[in-house]
Nanobody, 124 residues
């Protein structure tokens, strides 16, 4: 059982930056593909970014491409989401997730473990 804990959310103004962190409890963290998702009120959970087990491959939703960067530190069992140029439409609860896969996983249903989420609110 992998436990994931997200931190780093908060209230910021448009144009600001935030870095989310997700710490995993599992020693085999490096064998999981990781992803960030978000869910705004009244909307479905959506894929934001994904990263392969060794960090060599990354994939982003079009809505965040060029503004967000996903990275991982397998020595620290942590995945990060650097968010720059935040917009009000980025407001959501952000979740990290782990998938038993070597490659990037995009589908929500393909992830095996989820964190509890962290709120990001961007004011205009």
């Amino acid at each position: 059982q992998v436990q994931l804990v997200e931190t780093g959310g908060g209230l910021v103004q448009a144009g600001d930056s935030l870095r989310l962190s997700c710490a995993a409890s599992e020693r085999t963290f490096s064998t999981y593909a990781m992803g960030w998702f978000r869910q705004a009120p009244g909307k479905e959970r959506e894929f934001v970014a994904g990263i392969s087990v060794n960090g060599g491959s990354r994939y982003y939703a079009d809505s965040v491409k060029g503004r967000f960067t996903i990275s991982r530190d397998n020595a620290k069992n942590t995945v990060y989401l650097q968010m720059n140029g935040l917009k009000p439409e980025d407001t959501a609860v952000y979740y990290c997730a782990a998938a038993r896969s070597n490659t990037i996983v995009i589908r929500t249903t393909s992830y095996d473990y989820w964190g509890q989420g962290t709120q990001v609110t961007v004011s205009s």
